[in-house]
């Protein structure tokens, strides 16, 4: 018997064939394969029978040829899901995140160095960024939110304002706002509230602080209308954040950043370990925020998932990145070439 737990987050599409190939070889030759996945088109391309998990209970177990994606995420939810992406961005404005030219040596012998990167998002438009895990996206992430000092200070600008060499705060009050792909110690401290946590981010560009005193009240309403809109499952507003579940915690964390109403988000996987009704309202909340006028850029693993969000999409491989192309005209399999270093002249319809 084989057991796989969400074995394609670190693969290409390619590479996603290849192993289903062997996987149907493998169960022709007898083997049992159990494959734990939240990739509902994967369970429809692999599996023949489907057991439904809700809230640690086996609520039911399908024949999935008798099943489309849709229905299973109903069954898995226990209700009707709205599928459609919603409309992307029309009115694109000015850019209003700069990346140019942004080189950066790797954090260690094991790091991955930034090579020659140049990005710009646009107010009212998700750009995505597709890759195979180890490619350089924290770094990336961690240089674009100010955790990394740039090169030099004209590498990155926030609305036309230079601020490669500046700090988190400073670029937090410049109107950034930023998600990691690390929930409990780069999100989140673990031992503290969850109001504690609204602090932590949010307390300058919000006002949560006068003269060095903490407003607790404003605080804990924050902290409660992330709670209440992004249907985080806890004990309130105290409890730890170390006591969630890892999708409540990417709830919260993705709620606590996107309730700032930030000029400029940047997230990385920002559905990761969340099922299918919680991936729609963090989908739907990005596109609302975009739809503000926000510019948003989307670090993620999930094809399907930049596919249905982004406007444009591009992607990153050994810390360098593609060309940037509409995500209406490229497929899957070409952004999979790209993710593995192809130059996208190469397959680019």
Known sequence: MLVMDEPTSVLTPQEVSRLFETLNRLANEGVSILYISHKLDEIKALCQKATILRGGKVVDSVMVA??????LASRMMGQELDFTAGNKSSSVGTPRLKITQLELPGEDEFGIPLRNINLQVSSGEIVGIAGVAGNGQGELL??????????????IKIDEQPCGTNGVNQRRLMGLASIPEERLGHGAVPQMTLNENSLLTS???LGFTNKGFINLNKCRKFCDKVIDTFNVKSN???SSAASLSGGNLQKFIVGREILQQPEILVVSQPTWGVDAGAAQTIH???????????AILVISQ???????ISD???AICAGALSPTFPA????????GLMMAGAHAGDHHA
């Not at 609302?288 to 926000?294: D, F, P, T």
């Not at 209406?328 to 952004?335: A, K, N, P, R, W």
């Open 328 to 335: 209406s005209e490229v497929t899957i399999e070409q952004i």
């Open 203 to 205: 307390f300058k560009r």
């Open 66 to 71: 008798d099943e489309s994606a849709h229905s």
């Open 142 to 155: 961690k240089a674009i939110n100010g955790e990394t000092m740039g090169n030099d200070n004209n590498c």
């Open 302 to 308: 999930d094809l399907d998932e930049l596919m249905k």
């Open 312 to 314: 444009r999409i591009t």
């Open 284 to 294: 739907q909340a990005l596109r609302e925020l975009a739809e503000n006028g926000a």
């Open 236 to 238: 309130g507003n105290s």
